[in-house]
């Protein structure tokens, strides 16, 4: 041991490490090194043995090490309504199956436990933050800390009442008492969430408006996800939602807009222009009949794109890696070119697009000296990722879930061998089971 060596928390030595910045760089036998929580090295692992003298060494001889994944969209505590509601359009799905469901089940033991069982299955998939949006923020905020990830929840805002607010009002009222409870903690943090243009009135989104610019907090919305909500937009407002939004002052580099499937080209222009951040969600699009987002379009004429999962009601499945991969060949068979949305481009559309979205690019979303240690490996030794020519090409087109084999935040080991290393599967799955009995009924 080299005596004069510089201490160290954690070693990573890795087959490949895809830093993504710089863009499309991939790095062949290097480490990460780790102290305190955050990343102070990316060299040759031959090096980083004669440099450092780390107090745990993992060694990944056969992985490929990228940044934590980052799920932009996501209403993670209805995994306890996967499957409930299948085969239908979005409005006929929310109006005639998920919203009575939630009014008559949704509560804040319901959002813990949903929230905990689908932050597990997001660790478990190389997830290692999310951008949340649904009821009793306070609950899904206290599931994310248990299991120690990285969360911006939503202030979910609507204009009708449900079993956990009446109206507008007392939504953001709950919320943000929400939010001033967990004002200073490290990895939780709120945004304001209105739901969507055609569930909420001119005031209450000139009030969301208003608040944003106050407490300079990010704005997340569903935004023109069906050609029905443009059409009932023109019907009763005589503008697109897009440009209602501009009308009441919510474009900006908060506003984080999920789905944006039916958009023009001179939408996309104007969200370029104001910096709005798009959120691709490719599966739940597909299986609502939603469309298919014109990713590309948006990509060229310098729009932010992340990806989400959205809810797994609607999904069924909160897994980034499924998202790259249908991001990458949707946005292919769209536009009739196969040369649309790169391997590259997809992978850092799941971790540095994601970041810059929540405003944490200097933070996640890459491996670069100085950055929390959000760390994803995937092994890549099983009879069907081999041979290797491109890991970048089999991060996208290749590897699924049951490949994350490590996954790290704040440099913790969070998963080790594919398992979950702070948390009790068994709870989890039976406070599923007793969910499915009771919503089943």
């Given amino acids: 041991m080299n005596q004069a060596a510089e201490k160290l928390d954690l070693l990573i030595e890795a087959r490949w490490i895809i830093p993504i910045q710089p863009a499309e760089l991939t790095l062949e ?11 102070v090295d990316i060299l040759p692992i031959a090096e980083a043995r004669q440099r450092y003298n780390a107090a745990s060494t993992t060694s990944l001889p056969e992985h490929v090490l990228i940044p934590g994944l980052i799920n932009l969209h996501a209403h993670t505590a209805m995994s306890l309504l996967r499957g409930y509601a299948d085969d239908m359009p979005l409005m006929d799905w929310l109006q005639d199956a998920i919203w009575p469901a939630e009014k008559q ?16 299955e997001m660790l478990r998939s190389g997830i290692t933050c999310v951008n949340d949006m649904y009821f009793h923020p306070d609950a899904s905020a206290r599931a994310y800390d248990q299991l120690g990830m990285r969360a911006v929840v939503g202030i979910t805002v609507l204009d009708f009442p449900t079993g956990y607010a009446a109206d507008a009002e007392d939504y953001i009222r709950k919320g943000l008492e929400a939010r001033d409870q967990w004002r200073d ?30 407490l300079d907090a990010l704005v997340h919305i569903h935004l023109q996800e069906t050609a029905g909500e443009v059409q009932q937009s023109l019907a009763e407002h005589g503008i697109r939602p897009l440009e209602r939004l501009r009308s009441l002052g919510l474009l900006g580099p908060n506003l984080l807009a999920a789905h944006a499937v039916h958009v023009t080209d001179a939408e996309i222009a104007v969200m370029a222009e104001h910096n709005v951040r798009v959120i691709h969600n490719p599966v739940s699009n597909m299986k609502l009949a939603s469309g298919a987002a014109p990713v590309a379009r948006m990509l060229s004429a310098g729009v932010c794109v992340g990806l989400g999962t959205d809810g797994a009601a609607s999904n069924n499945r909160l897994d980034i890696l499924q998202e790259m991969r249908m991001a990458a060949l949707l946005a292919k068979v769209s536009s009739g070119d ?37 760390l994803t490996a995937i092994r890549m ?61």
């Fill in 185 to 214: 903690h490290a990895r939780i943090k709120f945004a304001l969430a209105p739901h969507a243009p055609y569930s909420l009135g001119n005031t209450s989104l000139e009030r969301v408006s208003s608040l944003a610019e106050e």
């Fill in 381 to 441: 030794d099983s009879l069907e990722t081999t041979p290797v020519f491109n890991p970048a090409s089999h991060l996208t087109y290749v590897v699924g879930r049951e490949h994350v084999d490590h996954v790290w935040i704040d440099g913790k080991a969070m998963i080790s061998g594919g398992e979950m290393l702070h948390d009790d599967n068994v709870d989890l799955l039976r406070n599923s089971r007793l969910w499915q009995s009771t919503v089943g009924q």
């Fill in 105 to 120: 089940h949704v509560s804040d033991s319901f959002v813990f436990d949903g929230t905990l069982l689908g932050a597990a």
């Fill in 338 to 374: 196969a040369s649309a949305l790169s391997t590259h481009q997809a992978l850092r559309m799941a971790t540095l697009n994601g970041a810059i979205a929540l405003g944490m690019q200097d933070e996640i979303g890459s491996i670069e000296n100085g950055k929390k240690a959000d």
């Fill in 29 to 39: 036998h290097h480490a990460v090194a780790i102290r305190g929580g955050r990343i």
